[in-house]
T-cell receptor
Framework: NAGVMQNPRHLVRRRGQEARLRCSPM?????VYWYRQLPEEGLKFMVY????????ESGMPKERFSAEFPKEGPSILRIQQVVRGDSAAYFC????????????FGSGTRLTVV | RKEVEQDPGPFNVPEGATVAFNCTYS??????FFWYRQDCRKEPKLLMSVYSSGNEDGRFTAQLNRASQYISLLIRDSKLSDSATYLC???????????FGAGTILRVKS
């Protein structure tokens, strides 16, 4: 009964490096969402993807951030040239697309930029 | 105006107390409503959906008032394990994107 799988759980990067965060949705779910949570703050929507398509990226920073959800394999959130302000918990969620059922979240990736 | 607004709290209550959280949303076209629970440094977990007629799950009761664009969560007989942040969640536009409130902190003390 695998839920939403995120890896790595913890990621440390030096300023200027790239961070790649992975998310495998629940079995049967084809909709993936990425959220960011800064310390002591709420969840902020970043991007919504369906297989091979970006549906809504209104929460993505204009630069350095990108996301994909290929036909095969997990969804990837990529942050290039990380800065200290990127340090946060990044949560991935998936759904079947039915509005009635909400999302299921993964355990998150905690990114620390040093 | 924020899309989803909640009182951040914290609500400090003794065990056994009844506590209620409120939430307002800005988009009258919203269709789906949920309460999630988030424990410290963990992922949010679905607590319950909120239906127009109101719904109950054990000690938890959720209400929706579409006219006032207002959602509530009532917790009866609070337990220490209820201590968490409670997130009000609404789908803001037609489609699948959910918007999360900033959360209300509940601390239940013995």
């Amino acid at each position: 009964n695998a839920g939403v799988m995120q890896n790595p759980r913890h990621l440390v990067r030096r300023r200027g490096q790239e961070a790649r965060l992975r998310c495998s949705p629940m079995k049967g779910h084809s909709h993936v969402y990425w959220y960011r949570q800064l310390p002591e703050e709420g969840l902020k929507f970043m991007v919504y993807l369906q297989k091979e398509n970006i549906i809504d990226e209104s929460g993505m920073p204009k630069e350095r951030f990108s996301a994909e959800f290929p036909k095969e394999g997990p969804s990837i959130l990529r942050i290039q040239q990380v800065v200290r302000g990127d340090s946060a918990a990044y949560f991935c969620a998936s759904s079947s697309g039915d509005r009635a059922y909400g999302y299921t979240f993964g355990s998150g990736t905690r990114l620390t930029v040093v | 105006r924020k899309e989803v607004e909640q009182d951040p709290g914290p609500f400090n209550v003794p065990e056994g107390a009844t506590v209620a959280f409120n939430c307002t949303y800005s988009n009258s076209a919203s269709q789906s409503f949920f309460w999630y629970r988030q424990d410290c440094r963990k992922e949010p977990k679905l607590l319950m959906s909120v239906y127009s007629s109101g719904n109950e799950d054990g000690r938890f009761t959720a209400q929706l008032n579409r006219a006032s664009q207002y959602i509530s969560l009532l917790i009866r007989d609070s337990k220490l394990s209820d201590s968490a942040t409670y997130l009000c969640v609404v789908n803001i536009r037609y489609g699948n994107k959910l918007v999360f409130g900033a959360g209300t902190i509940l601390r239940v003390k013995s």
